[in-house]
Protein backbone atom coordinates (compact mmCIF):
# COMPACT_ATOMS: atom_id res chain seq x y z
CA UNK A 1 0.00 0.00 0.00
CA UNK A 2 1.33 3.71 -0.50
CA UNK A 3 2.71 5.09 2.05
CA UNK A 4 2.81 8.66 4.34
CA UNK A 5 5.69 10.89 2.06
CA UNK A 6 5.68 9.03 -1.28
CA UNK A 7 4.71 10.88 -4.75
CA UNK A 8 1.20 9.96 -5.12
CA UNK A 9 0.44 7.73 -8.86
CA UNK A 10 -0.38 9.98 -11.83
CA UNK A 11 -3.73 8.52 -13.48
CA UNK A 12 -6.35 9.27 -15.76
CA UNK A 13 -9.44 7.65 -15.43
CA UNK A 14 -13.09 8.09 -17.16
CA UNK A 15 -15.89 9.73 -14.57
CA UNK A 16 -19.59 9.35 -14.55
CA UNK A 17 -18.93 13.01 -15.78
CA UNK A 18 -20.38 13.83 -19.26
CA UNK A 19 -18.67 14.58 -22.40
CA UNK A 20 -20.30 14.59 -25.98
CA UNK A 21 -23.79 14.00 -23.88
CA UNK A 22 -22.14 10.69 -22.11
CA UNK A 23 -20.61 9.79 -19.07
CA UNK A 24 -17.03 9.67 -19.50
CA UNK A 25 -15.31 12.56 -19.05
CA UNK A 26 -11.41 12.12 -18.32
CA UNK A 27 -10.26 13.54 -14.96
CA UNK A 28 -6.13 13.05 -14.15
CA UNK A 29 -4.86 13.66 -11.01
CA UNK A 30 -2.83 16.60 -12.37
CA UNK A 31 -6.18 18.33 -12.98
CA UNK A 32 -6.14 19.40 -9.33
CA UNK A 33 -2.26 20.54 -8.52
CA UNK A 34 -2.22 23.27 -6.13
CA UNK A 35 -5.31 21.61 -4.33
CA UNK A 36 -5.62 18.97 -1.09
CA UNK A 37 -6.98 15.90 -3.53
CA UNK A 38 -9.17 12.91 -1.18
CA UNK A 39 -8.83 9.80 -3.53
CA UNK A 40 -11.75 7.64 -2.06
CA UNK A 41 -11.13 3.88 -3.11
CA UNK A 42 -14.15 1.93 -2.55
CA UNK A 43 -15.13 -2.00 -3.90
CA UNK A 44 -18.67 -1.41 -5.76
CA UNK A 45 -21.73 0.99 -6.57
CA UNK A 46 -24.85 0.48 -5.07
CA UNK A 47 -23.53 -1.25 -2.27
CA UNK A 48 -24.53 -0.66 1.35
CA UNK A 49 -21.71 0.31 3.06
CA UNK A 50 -20.26 1.95 0.06
CA UNK A 51 -23.98 3.61 -0.17
CA UNK A 52 -23.28 5.28 3.06
CA UNK A 53 -19.79 6.05 2.67
CA UNK A 54 -20.57 8.21 -0.31
CA UNK A 55 -23.74 9.69 1.38
CA UNK A 56 -21.07 11.07 4.24
CA UNK A 57 -19.31 12.65 1.92
CA UNK A 58 -22.27 14.37 0.51
CA UNK A 59 -23.57 15.57 3.82
CA UNK A 60 -20.02 16.56 4.58
CA UNK A 61 -19.43 18.10 0.82
CA UNK A 62 -19.70 22.02 2.07
CA UNK A 63 -17.52 21.22 4.80
CA UNK A 64 -14.84 19.74 2.31
CA UNK A 65 -14.95 22.63 0.04
CA UNK A 66 -14.39 24.79 3.33
CA UNK A 67 -11.00 23.03 3.75
CA UNK A 68 -10.59 23.89 -0.43
CA UNK A 69 -10.11 19.93 -0.74
CA UNK A 70 -11.63 17.86 -3.98
CA UNK A 71 -12.92 14.48 -3.46
CA UNK A 72 -12.88 11.87 -5.93
CA UNK A 73 -14.45 8.70 -5.69
CA UNK A 74 -13.20 5.59 -7.22
CA UNK A 75 -13.79 2.55 -7.71
CA UNK A 76 -14.16 -0.87 -10.31
CA UNK A 77 -17.52 0.32 -11.46
CA UNK A 78 -18.31 1.56 -15.34
CA UNK A 79 -18.56 5.20 -16.11
CA UNK A 80 -22.64 4.35 -16.58
CA UNK A 81 -22.80 2.89 -13.21
CA UNK A 82 -21.14 5.83 -11.31
CA UNK A 83 -23.43 7.91 -13.49
CA UNK A 84 -26.43 6.30 -11.92
CA UNK A 85 -24.84 6.09 -8.64
CA UNK A 86 -24.01 9.73 -8.42
CA UNK A 87 -27.27 10.51 -9.55
CA UNK A 88 -29.42 8.03 -6.67
CA UNK A 89 -27.18 9.91 -4.00
CA UNK A 90 -26.47 13.58 -5.40
CA UNK A 91 -23.03 13.06 -5.10
CA UNK A 92 -21.24 16.64 -6.18
CA UNK A 93 -17.85 15.08 -6.94
CA UNK A 94 -16.71 13.32 -9.63
CA UNK A 95 -16.70 9.25 -9.62
CA UNK A 96 -13.58 7.31 -11.36
CA UNK A 97 -13.71 4.07 -13.23
CA UNK A 98 -10.73 2.10 -12.49
CA UNK A 99 -12.97 -0.18 -15.13
CA UNK A 100 -10.69 -1.26 -17.99
CA UNK A 101 -8.08 -2.39 -17.17
CA UNK A 102 -9.43 -3.04 -14.22
CA UNK A 103 -7.80 -1.93 -11.09
CA UNK A 104 -4.98 -0.72 -13.10
CA UNK A 105 -4.69 2.57 -10.59
CA UNK A 106 -5.59 0.70 -7.79
CA UNK A 107 -3.03 -1.52 -8.02
CA UNK A 108 -0.87 1.66 -8.04
CA UNK A 109 -1.83 2.49 -5.29
CA UNK A 110 -1.68 -0.85 -3.76
CA UNK A 111 -5.35 -0.90 -3.02
CA UNK A 112 -6.68 -3.28 -5.64
CA UNK A 113 -8.07 -6.84 -4.04
CA UNK A 114 -6.75 -9.13 -6.86
CA UNK A 115 -8.78 -12.38 -5.23
CA UNK A 116 -12.09 -10.16 -5.26
CA UNK A 117 -11.53 -8.03 -8.11
CA UNK A 118 -12.48 -4.57 -6.18
CA UNK A 119 -10.63 -1.87 -4.37
CA UNK A 120 -10.59 -1.76 -0.73
CA UNK A 121 -11.83 0.56 1.08
CA UNK A 122 -9.08 3.37 1.86
CA UNK A 123 -8.51 7.04 1.69
CA UNK A 124 -5.64 8.88 0.61
CA UNK A 125 -5.06 12.70 0.99
CA UNK A 126 -2.84 13.96 -1.80
CA UNK A 127 -1.46 17.51 -0.99
CA UNK A 128 -1.27 20.68 -3.19
CA UNK A 129 2.64 19.13 -4.15
CA UNK A 130 1.42 15.63 -4.85
CA UNK A 131 2.55 14.48 -1.71
CA UNK A 132 0.61 11.64 0.10
CA UNK A 133 0.12 13.24 3.44
CA UNK A 134 -2.82 10.34 4.75
CA UNK A 135 -3.38 6.92 4.49
CA UNK A 136 -6.81 5.03 5.88
CA UNK A 137 -7.36 1.88 5.17
CA UNK A 138 -10.64 0.53 6.48
CA UNK A 139 -12.33 -3.09 6.54
CA UNK A 140 -14.90 -3.51 4.10
CA UNK A 141 -17.78 -3.52 6.04
CA UNK A 142 -16.57 0.00 7.64
CA UNK A 143 -17.57 3.66 6.55
CA UNK A 144 -14.54 5.70 6.69
CA UNK A 145 -15.04 8.97 9.07
CA UNK A 146 -15.28 12.15 6.81
CA UNK A 147 -14.38 13.99 10.46
CA UNK A 148 -10.95 12.41 10.62
CA UNK A 149 -10.22 13.03 6.89
CA UNK A 150 -11.17 17.07 7.26
CA UNK A 151 -8.82 17.21 10.57
CA UNK A 152 -5.92 15.85 8.47
CA UNK A 153 -7.15 18.09 5.85
CA UNK A 154 -7.51 21.24 8.19
CA UNK A 155 -3.51 20.51 9.23
CA UNK A 156 -2.82 20.41 5.23
CA UNK A 157 -4.16 24.13 5.38
Not at 5 to 17: D, R
Not at 126 to 132: E, F, L, R
Given at each position: ??????????????????????P??????????????????????????????????????????????????????????????????????????????????????????E???????????????????????N???????T???????????
Open positions: MIKVGEKAPEFTLPSNLEEGGKGKKISLSDYKGQNVVLAFYPLDFSPVCTNENACFVSDWSRFADVKAQVLGISVDSVWAHQAFASKLGVKYPLLADFNPKGEIGKKYGVYLDKGIESRTTVIVDKAGIVRWVKAEIPVVPEKEMLAELAKLG
